[in-house]
């Protein structure tokens, strides 16, 4: 453990998120966690003699987050590691989400994130030093899901927002990393942690039979190790220049390649059809 002592980690009463903390506290690091449900995350972890702040935080709040991160430093004394881990699953073809439900979730997974950023920022700017991890998916970088398309749009957009976080903080060494987390064995895919829709259409059997294999056949034989996902975070944070793209679990990087050789073989493909767009090219 090096300056990067005090973390600030939403979503923490369960999955990575709860068990990140857990570790960091048992490394001696200094924590706050915020959770929705201040009491589910008080009987999760023990007291921590000072050196773990629960709070309650409601992400689509502004004046919220705003008061957590704002009584974080005050009665910690500072803020050098910010993981934005908090969000939730939506399935569901893109037809038949309704409105309300496709903004719901951006409203935690985006502008929740956002939320964050905004209030956190200026501590680290002005400190001149500071960490941000950024929790998306592999949904944030493949789409490949029916079904999760919603999902997989707020995903793509913490990557990227992350990029051009990273870009306009890293003058005032405050660095950022999008981390991109395949299947680990946490509660996501539990009702708790997963939205259905509410007026499901019969045609999609393709998302259907994606909604009932993640419910009923992924979901607690997920191949990650969220032990090992939080240890990874924590040692990231310590190098001295962390990655701005982290995939996280061997099916991550595994689906990851597949996506990147499909961008490449199409670049190839189409480069003469795509690049003859100039002024004066026949």
Aim: proline fraction near 4%; charge should be negative; include cysteine.
């Amino acid at each position: 453990m090096t300056t990067n002592n005090i973390w600030f980690v939403t979503g923490a009463s369960k999955g990575l998120g709860l068990t990140l903390v857990k570790q960091l506290l048992a490394l001696g690091y200094t924590v706050a966690a915020t959770s929705r449900n201040l009491t589910e995350l008080q009987q999760a972890v023990p007291p921590s003699s000072g050196r773990f702040l629960p709070l309650h935080m409601d992400l689509g709040n502004e004046n919220s987050v705003r008061q957590a991160i704002a009584t974080t430093i005050s009665t910690l004394g500072g803020l050098h590691v910010v993981v934005n881990n908090a969000g939730f699953g939506q399935v569901g073809a893109l037809e038949e989400l309704s409105d309300e439900e496709a903004r719901r979730n951006f409203d935690v997974n985006v502008f929740g994130l956002l939320h964050v950023l905004r209030h956190a920022t200026p501590h680290l700017r002005q400190q001149g030093a500071g960490r941000v991890f950024n929790i998306s998916s592999v949904g944030g970088f493949t789409g490949n899901f029916p079904g999760w398309g919603i999902y997989c749009a707020t995903k793509f957009a913490v990557a990227g927002l992350t990029e051009s976080y990273a870009a306009e903080v890293q003058e005032f060494g405050v660095q950022a990393s999008v981390v991109y987390p395949g299947y680990f064995r946490t509660d996501f895919l539990t009702s708790g942690s997963l939205g259905t829709p509410q007026q499901p259409l019969a045609a999609y059997q393709a998302v259907r039979d994606s909604q009932t294999a993640h419910e009923q056949q992924i979901n607690g034989n997920q191949p990650g190790d969220p032990e090992k996902a939080a240890a990874a975070l924590i040692q990231l944070s310590e190098t001295e220049r962390q990655p701005l793209h982290f995939f996280l679990g061997a099916d991550a990087y595994q689906m990851a390649g597949q996506k990147t050789a499909l961008v490449q073989q199409q670049l190839q493909q189409w480069q003469h059809l795509a690049t003859a767009t100039g002024f004066g090219e026949a």
